[in-house]
């Protein structure tokens, strides 16, 4: 028997049926899905896993199983040990693919069933459970947004140590404490530091999608320059800034489409890709400017070069390109991390010796009129 908390009544239930899912699942009978089950079975599955053959795989699957299940009828003191339960899986890397919410999605139901049903003393001890791994422990899988939720969750943590006394307080009652607040403000400051390297000009030059990538990469940059040795996750750095990039060029070379479309099929043959509904990637751009004096189509040529697109001169980038690819093919396909003195070689190559300043004059894109 199980004990059934559903509409808030208190009483059993026969567990024949869930014993049913687990010998099915071990007998590879059975794939159980969330929807299958409410969170109450899942976190019993979870609990009598060691009754399972494959105990270990199948643990936290039911604990991510259970979490994806809840729902604000769910008990709140069972919710609250599904969200550690999943949490402590995420921190501890217990097989990610099992897990499928990421830590800030994990928090920010924290955040939202405390907020229904405070319950402090518990979710400060989740807080300082999720401070003393990061800190301690130190997880080397956790991404530049896993580290930007625990910042964030270290903020509430101090506010819930010290909550507001009165309704006249200075101090924000930590019952509106909105963790999402953070992120603006953060990429606001990112932002303003690329305005300072780039100079305003060329950031006002940059189009909306450049601007936003590069004020993740750069949020992502400072987050990972943050943590010690090579604990940072300079990977999204360089698929932030390479996104970027990319999209600028994008956003430049499908220029004549936007006058001309009756060149939708030219442009077709000349850049494959390029100019699609997702922005090209690196290879697409070397290869062109490697067949660009054997296919290049007088029409389309002209049309770019009245945009001012400096085609005679792309081969000047090539070396930086070569070495954007082989940056976002490691961080992307390959297990190796990117570490600290790469990404600051990156990070110099756009700013300081000027790869963004250069993509924005090569490739401006069109003038809207």
């Known amino acids: 028997m199980v004990k059934d908390l559903r509409n808030g009544h208190l009483g059993t239930w026969d567990t024949s049926l869930l ?4 010998a099915l699942a071990d007998d590879g009978y059975y794939f159980p899905k969330p929807d299958d089950a409410p969170a109450h079975c899942w976190s019993w599955l979870a609990e009598h896993g060691k009754e399972s053959r494959f105990s270990s795989e199948s643990y936290y699957a039911y604990w991510n199983h259970a979490f994806q299940s809840l729902t604000i009828a769910t008990d709140p003191a069972l919710a609250h040990n599904i969200i550690v339960a999943t949490i402590g899986g995420r921190l501890f890397d217990r097989d990610q693919n099992t897990i499928s919410a990421s830590i800030p999605q ?10 229904r049903h405070p319950m402090p003393d518990k979710e400060r001890a989740v807080l300082e459970f999720v401070s003393y791994v990061s800190r301690e422990v130190r997880p080397k899988h956790l991404a530049a947004k896993d580290q930007l939720a625990i910042e964030m969750a270290m903020v509430r943590l101090k506010k819930l140590g010290h909550p507001a006394v009165s309704s006249d307080s200075a101090e924000p009652n930590i019952s509106e404490f909105d ?3 953070f992120c603006p403000i953060l990429l606001h400051k990112a932002e303003g530091k690329l305005k300072s390297l780039l ?30 040795g090579e604990l940072g996750d300079f990977n999204s750095v360089v698929m932030s800034f390479s996104r970027g990039l990319l999209a600028e060029i994008d956003e430049s070379l499908k220029g004549p489409l936007t006058r001309q479309p009756t060149l939708k ?14 922005n090209p990637e690196w290879g697409d751009i070397l290869r062109y400017m490697d067949n660009f004096q054997a296919n290049a189509n007088p029409s389309l040529v002209k049309a770019l070069l009245c945009q001012g697109v400096q085609l005679n001169r792309l081969d000047e980038l090539r070396k930086p ?3 954007m690819k082989k940056l976002r093919n490691d961080a992307a396909h390959t297990t190796r991390r990117i570490d600290r003195e790469r990404a600051a070689v990156m990070h110099d190559l756009l700013m ?3 790869l963004v300043r250069d993509v924005v004059e090569f490739f401006p894109k069109p003038v809207r009129r």
């Open 19 to 22: 014993c049913s899912m687990m």
């Open 106 to 115: 994990i928090l920010q139901s924290l955040y939202e069933l405390h907020r």
């Open 179 to 181: 963790p999402d607040c």
């Open 199 to 228: 100079g305003e000009t060329f950031w006002a030059r940059l189009s909306q999608p450049a601007r936003k990538e590069f004020k993740d990469g750069e949020l992502h940059y400072i987050m990972a320059c943050s943590q010690e």
């Open 265 to 278: 099929g030219e442009f077709k043959d000349q850049f494959g890709l390029i100019g699609g509904n997702e």
């Open 321 to 323: 390109f070569e070495d």
């Open 352 to 354: 300081n010796r000027g």
